[in-house]
């Protein structure tokens, strides 16, 4: 499949694998490192001093608060990462926040994100009254008949995901065909703005953005109203793009992207979930989440390519995620996001899933079972074999992914 990690991704979509470091040693995937433990909130293992000074400097712009002085707004969700991405367990980690998508779907099956009126991501707050105008929050148009909630997402790990090759990617996918195709995935494939050329997305409900550094001047514009060299047009809010005028700040606010390199060294350096400990029921419960075909689109490990970095050097990490697009059916957002079509939706990695006490892309539910029997499209199969275990195995199963 041309990748070093040909072997574990075949292995992974056919069976799972198991959880632990095995199945890359088992494989003959070459690693320096397993990623099996950690502390939330806490640099990745290896750092150097001076990585984990960078980390830490990062971890300064994460927390700032942003004012309309230096660029919030004119319309916004939040005026610091932290109020996303914090406690619980750690900064990093999400408060399950709700943002809100919209769009139409037409007649003829086609969609129409409402530029023209601020879709598809709703603004939730407005920066208020400055030289003469009141810049308010938006609100969902009466034109919209999609509407979806989508839930924030904890960056714990992201590092080692942006490390991964795009080949990996593209090798899990073909070894899905081949070996599961009622489930298999596709890699969307976008546009890496540092490049031009197309890369595969990794980040967001959608896979819609292909690197962290892409990811977190994304995140700054769309959520904080942050402009910068690769995102330097501010929002138009409600799609008006004539009330600008009225910008308070209208130069690109961190012209020479500094604060969005720092969040992408915060991010980069931030160590993933530790990796559950498989002993006694939890031991039987990964074998269970490779029987009934989770692993499938849950994949258990994956593994860097070579960095300069040796804490992102060629290191076996436990997402639980092939960070691919599924067709889930019913479950989809409806919303068509960059490469992604409405029903498609990025497997949602499981690492850290003790945390969160909502579920799924809208946090609709609030409980393992209930997350699963949700499950539709692609999913369905993993679906309904869950739905057949025995008590044994269902529990067993449950408290696996209770210690993820």
Sequence with gaps: MGSPCAALLVCAAVSGCGSSASPAADAGAPFTADLTSGKYGEPLPSVTAEERATFLDGRGAFEKQEAVGSGLGPVFNQPVCTQCHDFPPAIGGT???????????????????????????????????????????????????????RRTQPVFGLGLVDATPD??????????????????GRAAMVIDLGTGQRAVGRFGWKANVPTLFQFSGDAALNEMGITSPQFPNEICPQGDCTVLAYNPNPTINDPDGRDIARFTAFMRFLGPPPAPVLSGQVKRGSEVFATVGCAVCH??????????????????????????????????????????????????????????????????????????????????????????????????????????
């Design 95 to 149: 408060n399950q926040r709700l943002e809100t998508r919209y769009g139409r779907r037409l007649t003829d099956g086609g969609f129409d994100p409402l530029t023209e009126k601020g879709g598809t991501l709703l603004h939730d707050h407005g920066i208020g009254p400055v030289q003469g105008f009141d810049f308010v929050a938006e609100v969902v148009p009466p034109e919209a008949n999609v509407v979806a909630g």
């Design 167 to 184: 080949a990996v990617f593209l090798a899990l996918a073909d070894a899905q065909v081949r070996a599961a195709p009622q489930a298999a």
């Design 299 to 404: 994949v258990p490990t994956l593994i860097t390519g070579p960095s300069s970095s040796a804490a992102l050097d060629r290191v076996a990490y436990h997402p639980y995620s092939d960070f691919l697009l599924h067709d889930m059916g019913a479950l989809g957002d409806g919303i068509e996001q960059d490469d992604a079509r409405g029903a498609e939706m990025r497997t949602q990695p499981l690492w850290g899933l003790a945390f969160q006490s909502r579920l799924l892309h809208d946090g609709r539910v609030t409980t393992i079972p209930a997350a699963i029997s949700a499950h539709d499209g692609q999913g369905s199969g993993a679906r309904d074999r869950f739905a057949a275990l025995g008590d044994e195995d269902r529990a067993a199963l449950l408290a696996f992914l209770a210690a993820l």
